[in-house]
């Protein structure tokens, strides 16, 4: 079958990490007879470059007319790059949310998996992480106090600033609806994350994901509060298969989540709508400081890419494979710079290689 992947390479290490993920999807199409299709997006400072904007109407349109995109990663030194001279709504990052809106993804999604081979990254002691821990966060993206109505006014010769809360049941009853269906996908356990015990919106949130659970009887649904779910990622990771929660909570405990699996570079995140479509990019960003040099990690797209596979094109077993090839290529030794052992610490086996070398160790896998 064919598929058609719309492609924002972007800017910094974007072009080299994403040039990776396709050589795997490749080998992927030619082993199971699948074809990829690209088309190459313009957004970021590549952009701004190229047509004065971060993000244009063409470019949006391109985006829609494709069955997934992958994304690299955009933006540049903010010291330094001559784009954040620019108002901000004119900046690289502009256009990531912008596409984000243009797009109605509204499900962000960020697995948290340790790999026993990157151990020692994990700043977790050995009888927490125990065999590992493997979850996935679903954060909601579009709703909640990030995009609440806000004002900053003087009262009584005091400033006073307020920032409002609001979710519909509309758009917690999709974004639980997702989380349900990708926990079929996993373990078939969600823990719904909120603050009821104070918070209106969470008791809304907690009422509309019980009666979506009905439909979902083969999946476990448990509640917990976030500043509970805060302390347990680091107490008991292993318990957790899907995370759900609201916008706010998903953005600290997503990064929370990832902070004990290691390096950046290993990171995935989808972004997906009501359909199938989905944008799929690694969580960090275009490191300028490596731009360039062929040492950037590929392996958090790649991983990206297998969650399209996943998610937006249902290839479980192909996405299985990718995920598979990464294990094997960091058992037999392989490492780029970002995860490469410390001082102190075991390097015997180990080779350290670069972004095209891991490319091609992940593609040989397959
Ligand atoms: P960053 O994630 O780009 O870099 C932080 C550190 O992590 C750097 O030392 C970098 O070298 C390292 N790193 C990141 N990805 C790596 C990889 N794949 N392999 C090896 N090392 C890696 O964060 P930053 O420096 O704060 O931001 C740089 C630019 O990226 C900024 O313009 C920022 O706005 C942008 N950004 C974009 C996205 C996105 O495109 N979604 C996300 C975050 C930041």
């Given at each position: 079958m064919e598929y058609k992947v719309g492609v924002i390479a972007g800017d910094g290490i974007g072009p080299e990490i994403v040039a990776e993920a396709r050589k795997v999807l490749d080998r992927v199409g030619e082993k199971c007879g699948h074809i990829f299709s690209y088309t190459e997006i313009l957004m970021g400072g590549c952009s701004i470059d190229a047509?004065?904007?971060?993000?244009?109407q063409e470019a949006i349109a391109a985006a829609k007319a494709q069955d997934a995109v992958l994304m690299g990663s955009i933006g540049g030194d903010a010291k330094t790059s001559p784009w954040y001279k620019l108002p901000p709504e004119k900046r690289p990052e502009a256009g990531l949310l912008g596409i984000r809106k243009a797009l109605n993804l509204f499900a962000n999604l960020r697995p948290a998996y340790l790999y026993p081979e990157l151990r020692a990254a994990c700043p977790l002691r050995d009888e927490i992480i125990g065999d590992g821990f493997d979850m996935l966060i679903m954060r909601e993206l579009t709703g909640g106090l990030y995009f609440g109505e806000r004002k900053t006014e003087t009262v009584d010769g005091k400033v006073k600033a307020t920032d409002t809360l609001v979710y519909s049941e509309d758009e917690i009853r999709r974004i639980a609806i997702k989380g349900f269906d990708i926990a079929r996908k996993r373990r078939k356990i969600v823990t719904s994350v909120d603050k009821a015990n104070v918070l209106d919106s969470s008791r809304l949130w907690r009422k509309i994901v019980e009666e979506v659970a009905k439909d979902y009887p083969d999946v476990t649904l448990s509640h917990m509060l976030v500043d509970n779910c805060a302390m347990q990622l680091v107490k008991d990771p292993k318990q957790f298969d899907v995370i759900l929660t609201e916008n706010m909570f998903g953005d600290i405990l997503s990064d929370e989540a990832s902070m004990v699996t290691g390096s950046i570079g290993m990171l995935s995140s989808a972004s997906l709508n009501e359909t199938k479509f989905g944008l799929y990019e690694p969580s960090g960003g275009s490191a300028p400081d490596i731009a360039g040099k062929g040492i950037a990690n590929p392996i958090a797209t790649i991983l990206s890419a297998a969650m399209m596979l996943r998610y937006s094109f249902d290839l479980d077993q192909e996405a299985d494979a990718v995920e598979s090839a990464v294990k094997q290529v960091l058992k037999d030794g392989f490492r780029t710079i970002d995860i490469f052992p410390q001082k102190g610490e075991d390097a015997s086996g180990i080779k350290q290689v670069g972004t095209k070398e891991m490319g091609d160790a992940i593609a040989e896998r397959i």
């Open positions: 047509c004065g904007e971060p993000l244009t």
